[in-house]
Nanobody
Framework: EVQLVESGGGSVQAGGSLKLSCDFSGFTDDDHSIGWFRQAPGKEREGVSCISISDRSTDYVGSVQHRFTISSDNDKDTVYLQMTRLEPEDTGIYYC?????????????????????WGQGTQVTVSS
């Protein structure tokens, strides 16, 4: 059974930083992709950043480019999202999701491919 557990959320002021972690388990190999998504109050869930666990290809969506960095530690089965220069618009619940297939990272982030597995989410609040 695939499981995803997010951690690292919290409250920061604008311009601050947070590092989210997604601990995943249940995959038998590295042929899968992990993505971070977020849902702001009153808005639909959107892709933020995704990574292929097999070849470390990455994708970033919209305004997070150059502010957020996704990475993976395959020895620890953990994917990180380092968030810098946070803005109030980054506020929301951040979810970790996974999809089988090391090549699914692009479709996953762009909303072309639904994720098969989801974590419970972690709250990020950025105040102005």
């Amino acid at each position: 059974e695939v499981q995803l557990v997010e951690s690292g959320g919290g409250s920061v002021q604008a311009g601050g930083s947070l590092k989210l972690s997604c601990d995943f388990s249940g995959f038998t190999d590295d042929d899968h992709s992990i993505g971070w998504f977020r849902q702001a109050p009153g808005k639909e869930r959107e892709g933020v950043s995704c990574i292929s666990i097999s070849d470390r290809s990455t994708d970033y969506v919209g305004s997070v480019q150059h502010r957020f960095t996704i990475s993976s530690d395959n020895d620890k089965d953990t994917v990180y999202l380092q968030m810098t220069r946070l803005e109030p618009e980054d506020t929301g619940i951040y979810y970790c999701a996974a999809e089988p297939g090391g090549g699914s990272w692009y479709g996953l982030c762009q909303g072309l491919l639904p994720a098969s597995y989801w974590g419970q989410g972690t709250q990020v609040t950025v105040s102005s």
